[in-house]
């Protein structure tokens, strides 16, 4: 029964899966190239291509995809529905202990520490990623001749904006894609 | 139910516009749920994306169980699960049809380009108010735990599972100090 087996596999990807992102590719290889043989390694690859493409969570994007292709629209939605129900169970456990205890000075002070930790993840993601669009990579070259000018006057324009007037964030994105994408179309 | 068709849209729509995973939206997530809608305090919503960040699955997924969860219970959990997972089930189901015309065309990927400027943006936008608002704290332990944690994530690319146990115990013995000095007094 082939939604049994996706729903058990995508089950496993997002209960096994921590950190989120790039954590969960090994195991959605192994599931699913290794294991069920059901993409060939070619295929694995495009997907991970389209993922960064396309909004969303990578597993999600994977189980979508797979689901499609093994058992049509309903595969798909299986195979989503299986990805995300371990994180719905153990999320909601632990928001109910949250509010439950909260008010208590040892969780008070977990959290104290945690905050900052989680900032600093942002804070790398946030980063990379503006490497990424300025250099290609994720290595700071501060080689000046090989940053993409239109990249940070991209970045400038959107930090000032969003600082500035407060904009809401998806007009940034959507508009420096517009912007930019001429920009890239008409310099290259 | 119009509370309901506005906590679906404004997960949908977030989902629907970003681009590059969990540390992307959790921090579009705040802006909306916390700025813009103020139906989550700042605080609370740190400690939300701390807890979406240690349970497994996608933190994307995890963060917005947690803010329907908070904003409207059980039922609101669901609401804005369905939101999230949606649009890259529709995109990707359409995509899988004809995806090698989508992966080379040329407009796509100077616009999917662009966009990672502006994605950054946004996220160190968000950043920097949250930097600001700890510094303000004046808290050593804190400080010391962000600048620690940056230094291990960034370049020495360690394990984020125990950056979060070291920090959450961090925070819980400091606790502990706190109480004792406080029943010596």
Redesign the interface.
């Known amino acids: 029964m082939i939604y049994i087996q996706l729903f058990w596999s995508f089950f496993q990807i997002?209960?096994?899966?921590?950190?989120?992102?790039?954590a969960?590719l090994p195991l959605i290889q192994e599931q699913i190239v290794e294991k069920n043989g059901w993409l060939s390694m070619t295929e694995f690859a495009?997907v991970i291509?389209?993922s960064?493409?396309?909004?969303?969570?990578?597993?999600?994007?994977a189980a979508?995809?797979v689901g499609?292709?093994l058992g049509g629209?309903f595969g798909?939605?299986v195979a989503?529905v299986g990805?995300?129900t371990?994180?719905?169970l153990?999320?909601?456990t632990?928001?109910h202990l949250?509010y439950k205890y909260?008010k208590l000075?040892?969780m008070?002070?977990?959290?104290?520490?945690?905050?900052?930790?989680?900032?600093?993840?942002?804070?790398?993601?946030?980063?990379?990623?503006?490497m990424?669009?300025?250099w290609g990579g994720n290595q700071i070259s501060f080689d000046l001749g090989s940053i993409d000018l239109?990249?940070?006057f991209?970045?400038?324009?959107?930090?000032f904006a969003?600082?500035k007037w407060k904009l809401n964030?998806?007009l940034?994105?959507?508009?420096?894609?517009?912007?930019?994408?001429c920009?890239?179309?008409f310099t290259s | 139910m119009k509370f309901y068709v506005r906590l679906f849209l404004a997960t949908f729509t977030l989902s629907a516009f970003t681009f590059g995973g969990g540390y992307v939206i959790v921090p579009l997530m705040r802006k909306q749920f916390v700025e813009k809608l103020k139906w989550i305090e700042e605080e609370e919503m740190l400690d939300l994306t701390a807890i979406a960040q240690s349970t497994p699955g996608a933190i994307a997924v995890n963060a917005s169980v947690l803010i329907g969860y908070r904003v409207a219970g059980i039922k609101g959990a669901i609401v804005t699960v369905v939101g999230t997972v949606l649009p890259p089930l529709i995109i990707l189901s359409v995509i899988s049809v004809g995806y090698t015309a989508f992966r080379d065309n040329r407009i796509v990927q100077v616009v999917l380009k662009a966009m990672q400027a502006g994605v950054a943006a946004v996220i160190l936008d968000v950043v920097y108010g949250m930097v600001k608002d700890i510094l303000w704290e004046r808290k050593k332990l804190m400080l010391l735990i962000l600048m620690t944690a940056f230094l291990a994530v960034f370049f020495f690319k360690v394990n984020v599972i125990y950056l979060i146990l070291v920090s959450g115990l961090l925070g819980f013995v400091s606790s502990l100090k706190r109480d004792r000095e406080d029943d010596a007094s």
């Open positions: 997002g209960l096994l899966s921590f950190g989120g992102g790039y969960a495009d291509t389209i960064q493409m396309t909004p969303g969570p990578i597993a999600i994007n979508s995809f499609i292709q629209m798909a939605v989503t990805c995300i371990p994180s719905i153990i999320a909601l632990l928001a949250y909260r000075t040892f008070q002070g977990i959290l104290q520490g945690l905050r900052p930790a989680v900032l600093a993840m942002i804070a790398s993601a946030g980063i990379s990623l503006a990424l669009a300025f239109i990249a940070v991209l970045f400038c324009a959107g930090f969003l600082r964030p998806i940034i994105m959507v508009g420096t894609g517009v912007i930019g994408g920009m890239y179309l």
